[in-house]
């Protein structure tokens, strides 16, 4: 039982945690720190900084959880899941030490390397002429650099001549544009393919694999312009091959045991992102929570009560679970404010959600939203994700537009053509 439970976060993907933690018969009392605008309708929300983990779990304490869900990335690297137990309360999420596995891309690629789990070829370096060194001799464009810690989703950049990847040292490793984050970069070969993300479930023994999902993360239709957080979403991914899944998987597996392995007992949430190259499918990054947007349409598929799948994660009793997903498919658009993901405006009037959620298997997950005497409003980059179940891709999709033109805000933006690349079959990656 978790009858009172803390979400830690203020996202999309921590709004539909809480919808779906809300559907167990063994939630009662559900709170969320910090929170935003249209959480703050669906859980208590306590303005904590998710990266203040002594506050945090001070509260915690505080308030007599039973259990905390800790949904980002920050808070993890942290340790905040070590603070948590170091008080006794029970959390979902890695460790500390589990967490390198998305706080250090240098980590994440040894470890890889370390027992053969497929992946780009790679270099590491702390010296940018070194960097610029390396790319010249290699000679191959385009090429990807990564800062090595964590950067908001806006780490990863890849550079299409020697004079971009030169700007791109300068900016990460020079003028620290990511903080310390960027202090390290992973050099890696340029992989072509769709690109899959694969969530799973693990105590740190067994893994139960989700349902496989694809983000859009340029900001621009035609998957061009910058990356962003997420522009939207599907799920499942018509264009992977049973073999192909099972692959992927089996990916999953391995890390986990080797983690093991490594002396790092990891539980929680294990989030994949792989590249269908030609050559079978290969890791791009591991990230150690559920992705966001992925869990706006991944949860809504899922049957299982999500409090007692958790619980299984932290008591190291999931193999007594075997996940069951609902047969529609999912698409989510996301909105977002005029000029993301550089430069954007706040405190935007929004009108249309009640319209939207009226429609059937329609759910509007907030992300950058504030009440503000009494009107929702902007406060973020991604505001939105507007989530529609279908009994079949095209009609979610088309659902998901519906519902996005109810909704409106001064400078909303979004992407018309979330999903359509899959429509058209593996062939569109070929183009």
């Not at 919808?19 to 709170?31: F, R, Y």
């Not at 957080?229 to 391995?254: C, F, L, N, R």
């Amino acid at each position: 039982m978790a009858e009172k439970i803390l979400v830690v976060g203020g996202g999309g993907r921590e709004h539909a945690i809480i919808k779906a933690l809300k559907k167990s018969p063994d939630c009662g009392e559900i709170w969320c720190a910090p929170g935003n605008g249209g959480i703050s309708y669906d859980a208590k929300c306590k303005n904590i900084k998710s990266t203040d983990v002594d506050t945090m779990v001070g509260f915690a304490v505080e308030e007599k959880f039973d259990y905390v869900v800790v949904a980002q990335d920050d808070p993890l690297a942290l340790g905040m899941v070590d603070a948590l137990a170091a008080v006794g309360i029970p959390a979902f999420g890695p460790d500390k030490a589990a967490a390198r596995i998305e706080a250090s891309k240098v980590f994440s690629k040894d470890l890889m390397k370390k027992y053969g789990i497929p992946t780009a070829k790679y270099e590491t370096f702390d010296d940018p002429e070194k960097v610029m060194d390396y790319i010249k001799a290699e000679g191959k464009y385009p090429v990807v650099i990564k800062a090595d810690g964590l950067a908001l989703g806006k780490g990863v950049l890849i550079c299409k001549s020697t004079r971009e990847a030169e700007e791109v040292v300068k900016h990460t490793m020079c003028d620290h544009a990511f903080g310390k984050s960027g202090d390290r970069v992973v050099i890696e070969e340029f992989l072509e393919g769709p690109e899959v993300s694969v969530l799973a479930f693990t105590d740190g023994k067994t893994v139960r694999p989700m349902a496989t999902s694809q983000d859009h993360k340029r900001a621009l239709e035609g998957d061009k312009g910058p990356n962003t957080g997420g522009m939207g979403v599907y799920s499942p991914v018509p264009i992977v091959t049973d073999e192909e899944h099972a692959t992927m998987v089996k990916v999953m597996e391995q890390t986990i045991a080797e983690l093991a392995a490594e002396g790092i007992d990891y539980r929680g949430c294990l989030y994949g992102g792989f590249m269908l190259t030609p050559a079978g499918p290969k890791v791009l990054e591991f990230n150690a929570r559920f992705g966001d947007p992925e869990t706006q349409v991944v949860l809504p598929r899922l049957k299982n009560d999500l409090v007692e799948v958790m619980l299984a994660c932290a008591n190291c009793e999931l193999d007594q679970i075997e996940l069951d997903w609902r047969d529609e498919w999912a698409v989510a658009v996301v909105l977002t404010s005029a000029g993301y993901p550089g430069s954007y405006e706040k405190g935007k009037v929004i009108t249309g959600i009640a319209d939207a959620e009226a429609m059937e298997n329609v759910t509007v997950y907030h992300a950058g939203t504030a009440v503000v005497d009494g009107q929702l409003v902007t406060n973020g980059g991604r505001v939105l994700a507007v989530t529609a179940l279908g009994d079949t891709f095209e009609n979610a999709r088309n659902l998901a537009y519906e519902a996005c033109e109810k909704i409106d805000f001064e400078g909303k933006t979004l992407r018309h053509d979330i999903g359509l690349r899959a429509l058209r079959g593996r062939d569109a990656w070929d183009a």
